[in-house]
């Protein structure tokens, strides 16, 4: 079918309907105009020109409505005609390459429009022809050319804002081009110059927000809609301002925007999936429960489509973070039947095996998903790079948590594979793969290898420059870290390693100033989030605690839901014993948000070791032994439990094993304090044991 059957007409014609010019025509065919005299030869001859156009409409008319291309050629034709008749008809030449266009016939089209473009440079409607040319082959063109057809639909919007200067919707396009453009101040102008043509305009304020948006500036764009009054406030206003709200970490604000939204726009599934995900986010699970079953039920026949897989994943989530696990494992699986080759649904059945535990089962669906979607010849798109990475990042971790270190590593292999960007993330996946297994020589192997590979990488090179600091080079690694400074943006996080590597050696004073040099640069709301951890980590290892408490509470007020955060705020206060309730409310959000990360079960075992609930401790601290057992701190921490609930036999063997872990760890992870408190309380374990069996031994004897 071509193009001349989908498309509707890109203007009205501003000529007399089709049953007037037929009439017309039948009379010019019976009355066939005189010929001119000699003397007028080079005169335009209208009334054929008219007659001509009169037939090319009708051709045009019957097909469109008949569906016959033949009449569309014949239409050509009759316009050919009249423009041989009139040759500087500009209404003619317009009427033509629009009809191209209609047709499918873009070459011929645009050489219609630009021809008529030289002949009268001021031609309005040749200009549009050329403009929606370029705009829709846009999508149609790679890279280099897509960017031409970007500069050639610019320069056409730029002649029709400057002959059409009030034209809002003329300044909007322009303005969304610009926008595409990277050129955001042109764009902001646009959009303001359409506000100015129109205050009360929808699309002005909407177009400004999502430009903001795009720039990262969500702060911008959610204050440019609530610039609005709320009573003047539409839908689809409202809709933007929830989006916005969301990205801004302010879900109970964002709930309300969406709720406002549903108001005046009721049963908008768009509309109700924001305000499911803002109710999620924001921790009133329940209702996003009910909002996610809600959504996924209203439409039973669409069970294969992304929303209902997403909605039902949602649900699945949920029930997961309410500690429903067996629920949450049935949803998925119900799903699953429904729609089988639905990737996403195993990679959380995986994800779900893998809090529970079951790691054999997690690693035969993402061993299953990465066979299913593996190509003979090993190429793949940057969205299949993408995904695949993400699958494999997620196997190496689960075999990290079964200690198959050997197989991780080749996992993590395969990212680095794919290079670009995620060479940088399957390095440090493998390097991480050899601390947690404390295989040092590999470590630096690896690390080495690293650095040597992506010579440009500042965050490769600082993990080398680290690797170098731990195993005693240190000025060697420091002198490496100095040589990434560039004094351009990307420093930020080249001072954030600084600072990170002079805590891990205790150099407080070089980390402040590091960490000052980077608070300078932070701007983003996620860069002033990481600044604030940074420094309540900072002050912890300096044992300042109600500095890095104020630290942690200012990153929660940017992002309450941050588990990283929560976990280590909970820990710290559930270490000294303050604030348990909230220290173990905020250890259990970290749990809910990642169950399986080993560091915070391991948060929670403690928290609750704290507060006296010895079985939910040893329950924890066992599942973080399972996922870390290399880490000395929980064989520590299961060898306090052990102890208080009896088992002193079972204590004294996880004192040896934490004191074991230390011996093999680096020095930067041996706290010579913490060491000597392991060291203390297996002494002491010990004599108790040995009395414990020697009154045992007399009390036989005895008897």
Not at 110 to 116: G, I, P
């Amino acid at each position: 079918m071509t193009m001349l059957f989908r498309a509707s007409p890109l203007r009205p014609l501003r000529l007399a309907p089709a049953t007037i010019l037929l009439l017309a025509a039948h009379t010019m065919l019976a009355a066939p105009p005189a010929a001119p005299a000699a003397a007028s030869q080079a005169e335009p001859d209208r009334s054929s020109a008219y007659f001509h156009y009169g037939l090319a409409h009708l051709y045009e008319e019957m097909a469109v409505n008949l569906g016959r291309p033949d009449y569309a050629t014949q239409a050509v034709e009759e316009y050919k005609l009249a423009l041989n008749a009139d040759p500087d008809s500009v209404q003619l030449a317009d009427g033509l390459a629009d009809l191209y266009f209609k047709i499918g016939r873009i070459p011929d089209a645009v050489a219609a429009a630009q021809e008529q473009v030289k002949k009268n440079p001021d031609d309005v409607e040749a200009h549009s022809l050329l403009g929606t040319v370029y705009l829709r082959s846009l999508s149609d063109q790679p890279g280099a050319q897509a960017t031409e057809m970007l500069q050639l639909a610019i320069a056409e919007y730029e002649t029709i804002a400057r002959l059409k200067p009030n034209d809002i919707e003329t300044k909007l396009l322009l303005g969304r081009l610009y926008g595409l453009n990277h050129d955001s101040a042109k764009a902001e102008a646009e959009f303001k110059d359409a506000q100015k043509i129109d205050a009360d305009s929808e699309e002005a304020v909407l177009n400004m927000a999502n430009l903001y948006s795009e720039e990262g500036d969500s702060q911008r764009a959610a204050d440019t809609l609530s610039s609005i009054p709320v009573n003047d406030r539409t839908a689809r206003i409202e809709y933007a301002l929830g989006a916005a709200l969301s990205q801004l970490k302010k879900p109970k604000e964002a709930a309300a925007a969406y709720r406002r939204s549903l108001d005046l726009d009721p049963d908008n599934p768009d509309v109700e999936r924001g305000l499911a995900n803002a109710l999620f986010e924001d921790g009133q699970l329940d209702e996003a429960l009910k909002a996610f079953n809600d959504l996924a039920a209203s439409d039973p026949q669409d069970v294969q489509s992304e929303n209902h897989i997403s909605d039902m994943i949602h649900v699945s989530d949920i029930q997961r973070q309410q500690g429903h696990y067996d629920d949450a494992l049935a949803t998925v699986q119900k799903a699953k039947l429904q729609a089988q080759d639905s990737i996403a649904l195993s990679f959380n059945e995986a994800l779900i095996y893998d809090a529970l535990g079951k790691f054999s089962q997690a690693t035969d669906d993402l061993t299953g998903i990465l066979a299913s979607t593996a190509r003979p010849d090993g190429k793949y798109s940057d969205q299949e790079k993408s995904n695949r990475a993400l699958f494999l990042g997620r196997l190496g971790i689960v075999y990290r948590e079964e200690n198959k270190t050997a197989e991780a590593a080749a996992v993590y292999k395969q990212i680095v594979d794919f290079g670009g960007d995620y060479a940088e993330a399957g390095y440090q996946g493998e390097i991480d793969a050899y601390r947690d297994a404390h295989q040092w020589k590999d470590l630096s192997a690896t690390a080495a290898e690293a650095a040597k590979a992506l010579p440009k990488d500042h965050a490769i090179q600082m993990v080398y420059a680290q690797q170098l600091a731990d195993t005693g080079r240190v000025d060697e690694g420091l002198a490496l870290a100095r040589t990434q400074l560039t004094g351009t943006p990307d420093d930020l996080d080249v001072h954030e390693r600084f600072a990170e590597f002079y805590i891990r050696l205790k150099r407080f004073k070089e980390a402040g100033e590091q960490l000052d040099k980077a608070d300078a640069m932070a701007t983003k709301p996620e860069e002033k989030l990481y600044m604030f951890f940074l420094r309540g980590e900072f002050f912890d290892r300096q044992k300042m605690y109600d500095q890095a408490e104020a630290q942690f509470r200012r990153a929660l007020a940017i992002d309450p839901r941050n588990p990283g955060v929560l976990n280590y705020l909970g820990y710290m206060l559930a270490d000294q014993g303050q604030k348990l309730p909230e220290a173990l409310k905020m250890i259990s959000q970290a749990v809910d948000l990642e169950p399986q990360n080993g560091a915070y079960l391991d948060s929670l075992g403690w928290v609750y070791f704290k507060t006296g609930q010895y079985p939910q401790a040893e329950e924890n601290l066992r599942k973080a032994n399972e996922r870390m057992n290399t880490d000395p701190t929980v064989h520590d921490h299961l060898g306090e439990v052990y102890e208080k609930t009896g088992k002193l036999k079972m204590a004294v063997a996880q004192w040896e094993r934490s004191m074991t872990e230390y011996a093999h760890s680096l020095p930067a992870d041996a706290d010579p304090e913490d060491v000597q408190k392991v060291q203390h309380k297996l002494e002491s374990a010990r004599v108790k044991l040995a009395k414990l069996n020697t009154s045992s031994s007399s009390e036989k004897e005895a008897k």
